[in-house]
T-cell receptor
């Protein structure tokens, strides 16, 4: 079956702009997590969604937001871009054990969206 | 979630077993040990996880010490394509996966 699909793969923005990244999880997966990866900070957790609800949030400013749709597809948005937002943004999907929304820890990652802010 | 300590880098000869250690001395009873790897320019890939018993799958084996304070990921016959950063993560069920610095494994021909 198809893996996690992220779009766009590459994009360039300038400071002050905003960006929206999209993630389509593996069919049947209801949990979607987002991570930011930079050379200096490594992989940093942004947030996790399950059934259109944000369940976990990392330590990022309010400029970073996300949402999940009824078909489990997710988007994340970064407003008022800063140079330091240049990074690889990774989306991961996973099954949930049950409607109690405990994910299994086995995450399936997409190829990522590489954002460059000039 | 408990913190993990891994060597920064390791080398392995192609065809030999790669043994990647991980210390997690503060692990609690309900925390699992997960291993992921990330090949350059790709998203991380799940390898294996375990609670207290040793585990094996088509990719690797996971050996967890009896006191659960450390574990070893074993790639039985390393290939050049196994060159990657390997992350050892300790996680409580339901919590987020927190990635550390990992070990850069280089498999040499």
């Amino acid at each position: 079956k198809a893996g996690v699909t992220q779009t766009p793969r590459y994009l360039i923005k300038t400071r002050g702009q905003q960006v929206t990244l999209s993630c389509s999880p593996i069919s049947g997966h209801r949990s979607v997590s987002w991570y930011q990866q930079t050379p200096g900070q490594g992989l940093q957790f942004l947030f996790e969604y399950f059934s259109e609800t944000q369940r976990n949030k990392g330590n990022f400013p309010g400029r970073f937001s996300g949402r999940q749709f009824s078909n489990s597809r997710s988007e994340m948005n970064v407003s008022t871009l800063e140079l330091g937002d240049s990074a690889l943004y990774l989306c991961a999907s996973s099954l949930a054990h049950d409607s109690g929304s405990q994910n299994t820890g086995e995450l399936f990652f997409g190829e990522g969206s590489r954002l460059t802010v000039l | 979630d408990a913190k993990t300590t891994q060597p920064t880098s390791m080398d392995c000869a192609e065809g030999r077993a790669a043994n990647l250690p991980c210390n997690h001395s503060t692990i609690s009873g309900n925390e699992y040990v997960y291993w992921y790897r990330q090949i350059h320019s790709q998203g991380p890939q799940y390898i294996i996880h375990g609670l207290k018993n040793n585990e094996t799958n088509e990719m690797a084996s996971l050996i967890i010490t009896e006191d659960r304070k450390s574990s070893t990921l074993i790639l039985p016959h390393a290939t050049l394509r196994d060159t990657a950063v390997y992350y050892c993560i300790v996680r409580n069920e339901g919590s987020r996966l927190t990635f550390g610095e990992g070990t850069q494994l280089t498999v040499n021909p």
